[in-house]
């Protein structure tokens, strides 16, 4: 698998790597070719896959969607992108002039059998049908593509598909779309995708955790007090109100994209970095993610809407007051939770989870407190002024990695200091141009299904959240918090209970002392 033996070399934008092979030729079906996705994300990440020899020239994408069109109308479409400019402009230029005569169109609405009559003369071959569509499509998609004969795979013809999240909508939806899925086809031909696991930091998570002694030997309940998960965002809802208002900070965040982040932090390490073992790991942490009575639930889940405010000096509306959003919503714009992972390593370690819109800052991060050293030998030092050892994992933006220790001060009496211990992505890699799908495409050509999600982990993700989902459909409304804050009151309290607080945000480019 690419990700683990040269991630570093990957990264690179303008080198080709090493030792890695191009994927199989593949041709990808894209069911909402003419969508947002499709523009923003995933034609630059083929782009950049065509770019780096990821992709052969022998790899053709097809696009499907209703407007009406030809070849050159996708292509027209798609190649807007040129005109951004910006690193690696030229190179993408021409990447895309390669891959331009590869992108053709299927005119057609994939709800009706037609689509499905013509894709059948158009493909061949290895096949991955990716589905940029909304999710209420996802069941009837896969059920057309199977009683079509498209699903079936021969000897060397594979067929899979990607599905986007949301993966269903509660527990109960998730259940039956993967009962509905995995009547058609196998769940090895299955890619569902949680586009946080192509983030880099968050794959460097078991590196970190695995490829060093150091932190994996006290990475458990002996020496860790209580972990903090952020994704906390500035953007407000804008134009999402249609869905979001549907949808909600919970269903949009928590057992998707947090949960991929828990597991990472909270899996037994695996037996080998085989597609399996990696999750069976995740799958099982999942599971043991308490799921709570509604009392409990109660106790430990805060949610709040923001009202009118400024966002780093942008005047941002009221929740309520976003087109497509029913003026008396009780949608959640934030959520705040704290979690119990019931495993021997984790026995009564709180997970704290936070995300929100409309916040201070952009900042997604994990960190991990460790507990209080004992105190004695460091009778000349003011004990409530050494802090606790802490690891923060920074997930977006300014990648990177840091350690919070206590030092000597200099001087002739035993004082001491606290420092970090910093590492900046940036500093040491070229990180910043990929758009975190090229990997999670490239091992759905290359059948390594390490990054996807399995049907129990999805599923286990809902278990735990859906008694947050059914006390709040029928108690109250979320907490208000000015857009521009970090949250509400509650969520502070939440943490206060324990004697904790959330690790204060750092703006991108500035560290939290
Ligand atoms: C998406 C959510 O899945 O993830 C969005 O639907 C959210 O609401 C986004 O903004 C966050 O992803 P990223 O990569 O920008 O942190």
Redesign the pocket.
Known sequence: MIHVLCRGVFLSQHAKPPGVKPAPPTTLVIFGAMGDLTRRLLMPALINMTRLGLVGEDFHVLGVGIDEGDDQVLRDALGNFDAKGGEGAGEKGDAWARLKNRVGYLQGDFTQDAVYDQLKSRISGNVAFYFAVPARFFGDIVDKLADHGLMKEARHAFRRIAIE?PFGHDLASARDLNARILDKVAEDQVYRID??LG?ETVQNIMTARFANMMIERVWNADCIAHVQIT?A?T?DVGT?GKF?DGTGALR??VP??LFQLLAMVAMEPPASFDAEAIRNEKGKVLKAVRVYSSGQAKRNGVRGAYTAGKVQGHDVPDYTATADVAPDSHTETYVALKLMVDTWRWAGVPFYLRTG?AMTCRD?EIVVTFKPVPFASFHKTAAEMLPPNRLIIQI?PDEGLSMDINIKRPGLEVATAPIALDFRYADAFDIGHLT?YESLIYDLFAGDQTLFQRADAIEAGWAAVQPFLDLWAADGKPEPYEAGTLGPAAADALLAHDGHRWHELAPAGQTVP
């Open positions: 999240k586009h946080f983030k994704a965002e953007v999402r979001y949009d965040m998707n994209h819109k997604t977006q975190g």
